[in-house]
């Protein structure tokens, strides 16, 4: 049984493109957050926000999803992910940014 998580497109006010996630990657759901994540990269023309501020949890599974992508995304997150993507790395490899 895979856990709810919840993903969407949208843009920011001055174009960018947003892939928005919800709920929990785990596991269980982290190849339909690589699917999403990977074609909202390829779609988008520059720079591609991705929105964790409503993500309750993210393992390693979800963690490995991000890496690939480093160049192109930019994370906005919540107080809770920060340390999480800190001990993990990716703030040294792209733009981590509070919410």
């Given at each position: 049984m895979s856990t709810a998580l919840t993903l969407t497109t949208s843009h920011q006010p001055d174009g960018t493109p947003v892939l928005t996630?919800?709920?929990e990657v785990d596991m269980s759901?982290?190849?339909e957050f690589a699917v999403a994540l990977t074609r909202a990269v390829e779609a988008a023309p520059g720079q591609l926000t991705v929105n964790l501020t409503e993500l309750q949890y993210l393992d390693s599974a979800g963690l490995a999803v991000l890496f690939p992508h480093v160049?192109?995304?930019h994370l906005v997150t919540s107080p809770l992910l920060a340390p999480?993507?800190?001990i993990a790395g990716l703030a040294d490899l792209m733009?981590?940014?509070p919410a």
């Open positions: 996630a919800a709920g759901n982290a190849d160049e192109r995304i999480v993507l800190t733009t981590v940014t």
